[in-house]
């Protein structure tokens, strides 16, 4: 799916974005996505590019995080030339990456949450590691304000915790939440 020929490209969902499949959204404008929640089907690959342009995740003015069953497995790739996230990126036992040629930022209201989870398969218990997360900034700086969480731990299984690897140019400002007890 591409975008071209605006200056924003504006999508609003009033419960969720979920990703299926290998699904690529390229914009040649600036990008706001606007929803309580985004996440995918176990396997399932979302980017989401705005070359050059910035990105914003956010939660919309009305609609908390829908308490659903989110998927494992799933991975969310977001570039631009600056990204922001402020709402949830569900991705248990997934991959989250976050990559700006500026600054990359993460608001109060972020979740990315690539925990590990304990499963149920045939009649069996399965314990799954946490995923990983993935921050670039080339040229410029990570922002984590205060009441943003990243979790890579565990979670609610036994396995072993993700991982978290923040590259920045600039400085990075950690003021929110990091989990990631094994």
Do not use: H
């Not at 993460?106 to 149920?120: M, Q, T, Y």
């Not at 069996?124 to 993935?134: L, T």
């Not at 984590?144 to 979790?151: E, K, L, N, P, Y």
């Amino acid at each position: 799916f591409a975008v071209g020929g605006f200056d924003a490209f504006s999508v609003e969902a009033t419960a969720a974005v979920l990703g299926s499949g290998d699904t690529t959204v390229r914009s040649g404008a600036a990008l706001d996505l606007r929803s309580p929640l985004l996440a995918g089907d176990p396997g399932s690959q979302l980017t989401l590019a705005a070359p050059g342009r910035a990105v914003t995740l956010a939660r919309p003015a009305t609609g908390a995080v829908p308490s659903t069953a989110v998927a494992v497995g799933a991975a969310l790739e977001v570039s631009g030339g600056s990204v922001t996230a402020d709402t949830a990126l569900l991705y248990p036992a997934g991959r989250v990456r976050l990559v700006a040629d500026d600054t990359v930022s993460l608001g109060s209201n972020a979740v990315v949450d690539v925990s590990g989870r304990r499963l149920g398969f045939a009649g069996e218990r399965v314990d799954v590691p946490g995923g990983g997360v993935e921050i670039v900034a080339r040229t410029g700086g990570a922002q984590f304000a205060a009441g943003s969480r990243i979790d890579v731990s565990a979670g609610t299984g036994d396995a072993a915790a993700g991982s978290l690897r923040i590259l920045a140019a600039g400085d990075a400002s950690l003021a929110g939440v990091l989990e990631g007890g094994a």
